[in-house]
């Protein structure tokens, strides 16, 4: 008796370690939809952020990242755009922009990537998520490697006259500068239900009245700002990859305001 019980010890220690919780397998999975985003300008890193694949076709990838990262605001010159895979290995590849939403209303983009097919994210549907779901987000903080934070969707905002049509949508997951653009997925399912927009921060202040003080910015729990579904799912069935990424026509009743032409230059 005492053997078969030592026998069976030994068989599960050698088994792989496959146990995983929920949120660790969404997590792995979020991690292969979601890339880096840098922008270059006279082939120098001028600008980084996140972004997540939302369709592919044949060799051809289609990240959704925010407007105000491709943006030629801000840049000293004609930019060119590359994303980077971290898995399984890091590489580059040569993007372009193929649609712009407006800021602030629909602070949206979208990549053409080529040369490889990525694995895409599943859209959720706007009546998928609610307040107090939890959700994992996935950006690239600082232009550094991919990283996780967890929390909940903490607001939901919807339109007064049709109370189905998804406006904005906050979490308490926090990030950090770069990450935005980065996917946001709902556990258990892994679908993407957000896209991050931006962050409020307080500023925090150290010292005394001397000139040693010095301060920082925190972001501040709850107020971080996404793309709600409904909008992503509007935005990418008028950028016209709808059909790839798993969406029929008419199927969203968010905005329908025109999307703006691409960044001349690097495209």
């Known amino acids: 008796m005492t053997f078969r019980i030592a026998a069976a010890a030994l068989a599960l220690l050698a088994l792989p370690a496959f146990a995983k919780s929920e949120k660790s397998r969404v997590v792995q999975k979020a991690l292969r939809h979601s890339v880096r985003i840098e922008v270059l300008v006279k082939g120098k890193v001028e600008r980084s952020a996140s972004g997540v694949v939302v369709a592919t076709e044949g060799d051809t990838s289609y990240v959704l990242t925010n407007e105000h990262v491709v943006q030629r605001e801000g840049l000293s010159a004609t930019a060119s755009f590359q994303v980077v895979v971290e898995r399984p290995k890091l590489h580059r590849l040569q993007a372009r922009v193929i649609a712009e939403g407006k800021v602030p209303d629909e602070d949206l983009a979208l990549l053409a990537v080529y040369g490889e ?139 329908t305001a025109p999307l703006a032409a691409p960044l001349a230059g690097g495209q």
Request: avoid cysteine; aromatic fraction near 8%; proline fraction near 8%.
């Open 117 to 255: 097919p990525m694995p895409p994210a599943q859209l959720a549907a706007e009546e998928y998520v609610d307040v107090g779901d939890d959700v994992i987000v996935v950006g690239a903080p600082y232009g550094r490697a991919l990283s996780v934070s967890s929390g909940i969707v903490s607001q939901l905002e919807v339109d007064e006259q049709d109370p189905r049509i998804q406006r904005a949508m906050k979490t308490d997951a926090p990030i950090g500068y770069g990450a935005s653009g980065g996917g946001v997925f709902a556990v258990p399912s892994g679908r993407l239900v957000g896209v991050v927009e931006g962050y409020r921060t307080a500023k925090v202040a150290f010292g005394g009245l001397s000139k040693d003080e010095f301060s920082f910015d925190v972001p501040m729990p709850g107020e971080t700002f996404l793309a709600p579904p409904s909008k992503i799912r509007a935005f990418v069935l008028r950028a016209g990859v709808g059909r790839l990424a798993g969406l029929k026509e008419g199927s969203v009743m968010a905005g």
